[in-house]
């Protein structure tokens, strides 16, 4: 078996919109070095102060090296069947890959990160960087972050490694399905094999346990397992996968939990990778307010973040339409609902009378929103999991003993999970209710009629 250990210096920390400057390979067969390759690259830019000063390489060091276009055959050639090895191999091997792509050569080879190997064969270190470990093994670098240098000490780590690994442990680590291969290098195995193939949101967390990215999934650990399995360029993809430490989950029992525990937990932590709420939402709300007369009205606004709302709807039409039943049933004035011109000289209803009839109007069309549970076998046979919707609004979900008296709203409140009300949770509350997709469906008393009559 050979490997192809291999160190790259760059322009920068991503291969999206930077270029290898230098390449040193190692081609080992398991016990010793048996050649070697070595190259500066000229990438056709200037080099930030800040490799400069980190390398040693200069601009004027680059100006008449070859480019890895130039270089690309007898790199692939070099290289041949050989394993790709490096240290923190993703990064060497996101900018390898980019650099052949951008000359039309498709280059997937096997491979092995020497900082997962080191993790596996010397446990316990506090850091697996490469001068922190080979400094440990009592390995030198005379050449620190050149390619050679590091690549020649890679080989060193690398042997010591196999020394200290059981036999057929490469092998194993070479399968693609080995948690090894795909996983960040700062995540423990034993939190990624916890993960259940069951419903629920996911966390990724920072070193400082921070959540970095909070996820739904109907497969818990399919979706985590999905994340790791690209070879994206981006510097922000780049740094995602580094930043994260820990592996974290809630088991929902089913996916609408997961859905609204999932929006609710994005916005306590406002995790740093999270794009902002993608989930489809109703883009139009009834809001409530007194006006400077002291008249209470209603009128149709467009959603925004936050907005306190009485009901919501996909579109303006639809809003207005609600306002003008209510209008017609109640005998509200349509001035009053933001249905009609209001000029300045128009004769109202009494303040009081009006919004007396307007508060009951609305107490009443509340009232007749469903007031019901959505719920499934729980977590496990001896619990059911369900979500309360109390007219018409969520209330939050909770998960009861199979045992227990399930509609008993008194028994629900000790163990509902309290959940605010948003524009993402009232649009998926409202499918659901159309369409409960498996989930069954149980009326049930309004909380506040129920509160009311025991007081």
């Known amino acids: 078996m050979l490997f192809a250990i291999t160190d790259i210096e760059t322009t920068g920390s991503a291969a999206a919109g930077n270029s290898i400057t230098e390449i040193g ?16 690259l000229n990438p056709g830019v200037s080099l930030p ?39 923190n191999v993703s990064f060497d091997f996101s900018f390898i890959q980019a650099e052949f792509a951008a000359i039309g050569i498709k280059w997937h080879p096997k491979r ?21 470990i080979t400094r440990e093994l009592g390995i030198v670098n ?36 080995e948690p090894e291969v795909f996983l960040p290098n700062h995540i423990d195995r034993k939190e ?33 397992r999905s994340h790791f399995g690209n070879d994206k360029e981006s510097a922000r993809f780049q740094a995602f996968m580094t930043e994260i430490h820990h592996l974290d989950f809630r088991e929902t029992a ?30 139009f709300i009834i809001i409530e307010y007194l006006d400077q007369r002291g008249y209470l009205r209603l009128a149709v606004n467009r959603l925004q973040k936050s907005t306190r ?44 009378i009006h919004n007396s009839k307007l508060s009951k109007a609305l107490s009443v069309a509340m009232s007749e929103e469903p007031s019901v549970l959505l719920h499934s076998t729980g977590r496990s046979r001896d619990e059911f999991a369900f979500v309360w919707i109390d007219k018409g609004n969520l209330k939050g979900f909770g998960f009861v003993p199979s045992t227990a008296i399930f509609n008993d709203l008194e028994l629900l409140e ?35 009629d129920v509160s009311a009559k025991m007081k």
Not at 198 to 218: D, L, Q, R, S, W
Not at 316 to 325: D, I
């Open 49 to 87: 102060k800040s490799i400069v000063a980190l390398t040693g390489i200069t601009d004027d060091m680059l100006e008449n090296a070859p480019t890895f276009e130039e270089m690309a055959d007898r790199i692939l050639e070099f290289m041949g069947n050989a394993i790709f090895v490096a240290h």
């Open 112 to 132: 092995l990160c020497t900082v997962k190997l080191s993790r596996k064969a010397f446990p316990g270190n506090r850091s697996y960087s490469l001068g922190n």
């Open 25 to 40: 390979i190692c081609l080992m067969n398991g016990t010793k070095v048996i050649d070697e390759f070595h190259t500066l």
């Open 254 to 283: 089913n996916e609408l939990i997961a859905t609204l525990l999932e929006d609710a937990e994005i916005r306590k932590h406002w995790p740093k990778y999270n794009s902002a709420q993608k989930s489809k939402t109703d883009k």
């Open 192 to 224: 990624f094999d916890a993960l259940p193939a069951k419903p629920g949101v996911y966390y990724f967390h920072n070193e400082k346990g921070k959540p970095i990215y909070i996820g739904k999934a109907k497969d818990i650990k399919k979706r985590v």
């Open 414 to 448: 000790d163990y509902v999970e309290l959940l605010p009300q948003t524009e993402v949770n009232s649009y998926v509350v409202k499918n659901y209710l159309k369409n409960p997709k498996g989930l069954f469906r149980t009326q049930v008393p309004s909380y506040a």
């Open 309 to 352: 709302f009485i009901k919501s709807f996909a579109s303006p039409v639809e809003a207005r339409n609600w306002l003008a039943q209510m209008a017609l049933r109640f005998e509200i004035d349509l001035r009053l609902l933001g249905l009609d011109a209001l000029p300045s000289d128009a004769q109202l209803p009494e303040t009081e």
């Open 142 to 177: 005379d050449s620190p972050h050149r390619a050679l240098g590091d690549a020649r000490a890679t080989s060193l780590l690398m042997i010591s490694c196999l020394n200290h690994l059981e036999e057929g442990t490469i092998e194993k680590m070479l399968s693609k399905a």
